[in-house]
């Protein structure tokens, strides 16, 4: 998995936006669903969302992103895409991207990750 930030070193001002990507090697969004989280400064690992590449369904798990995050995939190039909106300092953090066991998003999801990708800093300035 090899996450990576739209803009380099994904810095962004408040109410903007980024996209990040997730690109899978060695296996294809419809086998397997994706989690996306983030760990901010000084704080525990925070589950955002599970999207699922067999019927594109996405769970949310933060409400804190609902509204202001989705998902969306690229079958051509095996990557899903977490495009964020109307971002704010708060969402400051480093984002990464985990290969779920199971195809759908079962409701632990952050339990059941195998595989990591790399983390990127976010990081919007007031």
């Known amino acids: 998995l090899s996450p990576a930030a739209g803009v380099w070193g994904g810095l962004v001002q408040a109410g903007g936006s980024l996209r990040l990507s997730c690109a899978a090697s060695g296996f294809t969004f419809d086998n397997n669903a994706i989690g996306w989280f983030r760990q901010a400064p000084g704080k525990e690992r925070e589950a955002l969302l599970c999207?699922?590449?067999?019927?594109?369904?996405?769970?949310y798990a933060a409400d804190s992103v609902k509204g202001r995050f989705t998902v969306s995939s690229d079958d051509a190039k095996n990557t899903v895409y977490l495009q964020m909106n109307s971002l704010k300092p708060e969402d400051t953090a480093v984002y990464s991207c985990g290969r779920v066991l199971t195809i759908y998003c079962p409701v632990n999801y952050y339990h059941n990750i195998d595989y990591w990708g790399k983390g990127t800093l976010v990081t919007v300035s007031s």
């Open positions: 999207f699922s590449g067999r019927d594109g369904s996405t769970d």
